[in-house]
């Protein structure tokens, strides 16, 4: 299958300062990328949903203005979380699709501690 | 907004036995259906994907089935093995991707 490369995996960083995550597809055109938040023993929560060129769709409750997503490119998305806190120390993944109707490829995630 | 829903929240079976996963979505609207295996700790590991024109995909011991009208997902496992112990997930797909809390497996050796 397509390859969706996440980074960092493992990032540490203070509170009040800002992590920048990339997802990256390497082998395809990503129309749509998805991202999303994992607490532990959860499930997957959809954070976000991006298209190419356009402004990123937030789910309710999800601050748009704190979890920065940008699409810019066919083969890139990156999510910042600015101004961190403890309680956004969670796993992040992202995920990858051709179209709306082709399989989504997921990166391996990024574990994030705020301390 | 799609919910899905996964029965039973956890399992645990004896090694060898045939067991069977639920999915149950709201907006039977959907492009494609996904199951997944998440080892804990680790990311998700795609296991089959169903097309929403399809109604069974087999990957060796797997089995997945989607009934769309009635907004129903079942994936089968056959044999089932100590290390197919994991969490299992389903995801829709339409605009978004959603998916359900996932069933956590145990096989017993």
């Known amino acids: 299958g397509a390859v969706v490369s996440q980074h960092p995996s493992r990032v540490i960083c203070k509170s009040g300062t800002s992590v920048k995550i990339e997802c990256r597809s390497l082998?395809?055109?990503?129309?749509?990328m998805f991202w999303y938040r994992q607490f532990p023993k959860q499930s997957l929560m959809l954070m976000a949903t991006?298209?190419?060129?356009?402004?990123?769709?937030?789910e309710q409750g999800v601050e748009k203005d704190k979890f920065l997503i940008n699409h810019a490119s066919l083969t890139l998305s990156t999510l910042t979380v600015t101004s961190a806190h403890p309680e956004d120390s969670s796993f992040y993944i992202c995920?990858?699709?051709?179209?709306?109707?082709?399989?989504?490829?997921f990166g391996q995630g990024t574990r994030l501690t705020v301390v | 907004k799609q919910e899905v829903t996964q029965i039973p929240a956890a399992l645990s079976v004896p090694e060898g036995e045939n067991l069977v996963l639920n999915c149950s979505f709201t907006d039977s609207a959907i492009y494609n259906l996904q199951w997944f295996r998440q080892d804990p700790g680790k990311g998700l590991t795609s296991l089959l994907l169903?097309?929403?024109?399809?109604r069974e995909q087999t990957s060796g011991r797997l089995n997945a089935s989607l009934d769309k009208s009635s907004g129903r997902s079942t994936l089968y496992i056959a044999a089932s093995q100590p290390g197919d112990s994991a969490t299992y997930l389903c995801?829709?797909?339409?605009?978004?991707?959603?998916f359900g809390a996932g069933t956590r497996l145990t096989v017993k050796p």
């Open positions: 991006s298209n190419e060129g356009s402004k990123a769709t937030y």
């Open positions: 995801a829709v797909r339409l605009s978004d991707m959603r």
């Open positions: 995920s990858a699709s051709g179209t709306a109707d082709t399989e989504a490829f």
């Open positions: 082998d395809f055109q990503a129309t749509t």
């Open positions: 169903i097309q929403s024109s399809q």
